[in-house]
Every structure is written in C-alpha cells, then in structure tokens.
C-alpha cells in the first residue's frame, strides 16, 4: 500500500507511537510521519506509507498550523504543562493592549532558540537526551517564520492564539518568550496542530477509529 494517512494524534502518544500502531494494526512495513508532535499535542499528523516515506522531507517543510493556550505566571522545565512548573509569584493582570504587544514582536520571520526538550541535534546527541540528563549544551538560534499570530481569547491566566508557522517552529518556546518579555513567565498548556500543509484537522481519522477499522477498509482512507 502507498499513499498518505491524516491521523489526529491523541495526547499522551508520540508520534514515533502512532506509526507503530499502525504498521502492527495493519501488518504495514514501511510507513512513517512528516512532521512531530510533542506527546502533549494533539492533531494532523501525516503519516506516509510505502513509497511516499521518501517524500517525508518535502512534506516535512509545508507550513504548520496550530491552536495554542499559554498560561501566564509560571515557569516550565520543558516548556509546557507537562513538566515540573515553578509559579513565578509574579502578577498577570497585564492590560490587552501589553499583551497584543508582546505578541506582535514575534510575527514575521525571528530568531528562535530550539529549547533543551527538542530533538534538535547538537555533536550527534538530541537535546532532549542531553536535558534527560541534566546537562545543557549551547545552542544555536534558527531562522523561522510566523506568517500568522492571532490571539483568539484573554482570560487571565489563560491566553488563547492561533498561528501559522515555518517548519522548525517550537510553539512552546514562543510561550515560554512572550511570558519572559512581559516578565511573568509563561508556557505551553494546550496544543493542537488544525493544518499540515494543504492537510487539514477535517479530513484526520483519529486512532480510536483505525482500531475498528479493518484492514481491508484502510485503503478507502489513504490518500493519493
């Protein structure tokens, strides 16, 4: 079988969890994704089957698109809520306009520092094996672009935004700046990838559904 898959990744597997499941659920041998997800984030992931595993790198480079909730007044070990989060015992109760502020400094095209939790290499070695460890290493900032940075709702401690991104873009490092510039710390709560390149959170087929889905019925939702 060839052809491209468009799962919604639930929260709690990794990316490298849903290939797996799929190529024992449907006895596949080649397959893998364009483009990871933290465990914590849900949503498109494309996953490419047989043939179309070469193309990963093209699918990989389309632009992202996510929803995303930050909470404001804490810091995070890795960024998001999943880590071990310190309070900052700092006051959130910022004006709209500051906030809008803040944001808007990270529209266009940045300088971004990939954070230790990534699977950025550096000397061989992912970042995040290295923060497993304790150890951190210097890293360098990477060129990406945020076409798109919209808030969506403000309730104090809670910011919701949308954007849309560059591939290389680490959303929750784009919390964990915004929170530092305003001077209250901040990171990642809630994430959900709604579009990979022209694929879209419409037409992904969630994990719940492929375990009742027979095997002779996967082709009717791969895509060519």
């Not at 498109?44 to 632009?63: N, P, R």
């Not at 995040?128 to 104090?156: F, N, Q």
Request: net charge positive; charged share 30%.
């Amino acid at each position: 079988m060839d052809g491209i898959l468009i799962v919604d990744k639930p929260q709690g597997m990794t990316s490298h969890d849903v290939i797996d499941f799929i190529r024992r659920r449907f006895g596949i041998k080649k397959a893998g994704h364009a483009g990871t997800l933290d465990p914590m984030a849900t949503g498109v992931l494309v996953v490419l089957i047989g043939k179309y595993t070469k193309s990963s790198q093209a699918f990989s480079a389309d632009d992202k698109e996510y929803e995303a909730v930050m909470t404001l007044g804490g810091r995070s070990d890795t960024g998001d809520a999943w880590g071990k989060v310190v309070s900052s015992g700092m006051s959130v109760d910022f004006p709209k306009e500051q906030i809008e502020a803040a944001f808007a400094k990270y529209l266009g095209e940045i300088k971004q520092m990939p954070p230790m939790y990534s699977a950025v290499k550096v000397n061989g070695r992912k970042l995040y094996e290295l923060a497993r460890k304790g150890l951190t290493v210097e890293t360098k900032p990477r060129t990406i672009h945020i076409k798109e940075l919209k808030l969506s709702d403000i309730s104090i401690p809670k910011i919701s935004f949308r954007l849309t991104c560059s591939k290389g873009t680490y959303v929750r490092q784009l919390c964990v700046d915004i929170g530092e510039d305003l001077g209250c710390g901040g990171y990642l709560s809630e994430l959900e990838r709604t579009r990979s390149g022209k694929f879209t959170i419409d037409s992904a087929i969630s994990v719940d559904d492929l375990k009742d889905l027979k095997a002779a019925d996967l082709a009717k939702k791969v895509l060519l």
